[in-house]
């Protein structure tokens, strides 16, 4: 397991929106958390690389290990943490900068500023995202210029060019039509061969198609973890299946 939650509760002040989560993830695979709106999918999703620490009043118990390390240590290098998870928001975010300069900015935060390895970085980088060959003499040009899927697209070039373990997808597809939806699903499920990914989706559909296994939660507690195919065809319990076969969310 490359990820283990044990006795998680995470409280924003007085409203706790975890509540006693107990999960683990296994490397490689695409884990997919489902859940109606409001039911803490996103705030579990932030734990993994800490970004919950932003938010004001924000207390956490329990422990959350990667590689068997607690990263809520107080000797766990964040700054590591965050290079190591990354992370893609529903709507693309990349910065108003040359495309080029997208990719290569996690490199330069880190240090690397010499031009050869830059550009085999970069090179490398959108090429894993299936990107490098339709954009290649336009690295140049804003990153605003390209459509909404290749901004995306982009945003995980820029991820994987700091060379991460895991990533975390927040409703990556959610902004895009259906076509650039399966383009971006069809990354996913190659990129699953060298990084373990979390998605949280509104999206039922998509995954049963993209995930291995799949988390279910309501208010707050994760109700169900299992295989997809479980989860889908037999869940264990009365409110997963409500909420698969549309009864409420």
Avoid at 78 to 93: A, T, W
Wanted: with cysteine; proline share 4%.
């Amino acid at each position: 397991m490359i990820i283990k939650i044990a006795n998680l509760n995470l409280y924003y002040d007085k409203f706790q929106a975890l509540k006693n989560v107990n999960l683990s993830i296994k490397e490689n695979l695409i884990t997919g958390i489902i859940g109606p709106s409001g039911c803490g999918k996103s705030t579990l999703l932030r734990v993994f690389n800490r970004m919950n620490d932003l938010i004001k009043n924000v207390k956490i118990t329990g422990s959350i290990l990667i590689d068997e390390k607690d990263i809520y240590s107080p000797v766990y290098d964040l700054i590591l943490l965050r290079k190591n998870v990354g992370m893609v928001f529903q709507r693309p975010n990349a910065f108003p900068i040359s495309i080029f300069d997208n990719v290569a900015y996690g490199p330069r935060v880190w240090g690397i500023n010499d031009k050869k390895t830059l550009i085999e970085i970069v090179e490398r980088s959108l090429a894993a995202v299936d990107l490098f060959d339709s954009i290649k003499d336009r690295l140049k040009d804003s990153a605003l210029s390209l459509s909404a899927e290749k901004q995306q697209r982009l945003c995980i070039a820029r991820l994987l060019a700091v060379e991460p373990q895991i990533l975390l997808m927040d409703e990556p597809c959610s902004a895009l039509d259906p076509i650039a939806t399966g383009k971006i699903e069809e990354l996913m499920l190659e990129l699953k061969k060298k990084y373990t990914i979390i998605i949280v989706t509104h999206n039922m559909q998509q995954a049963a198609r993209v995930a291995d296994e799949v988390g279910f939660m309501l208010l707050g507690e994760l109700i169900e973890f299992n295989s997809v195919k479980k989860i889908f065809t037999n869940p264990s319990d009365e409110r997963t299946f409500g909420y698969i076969s549309g009864r409420f969310g």
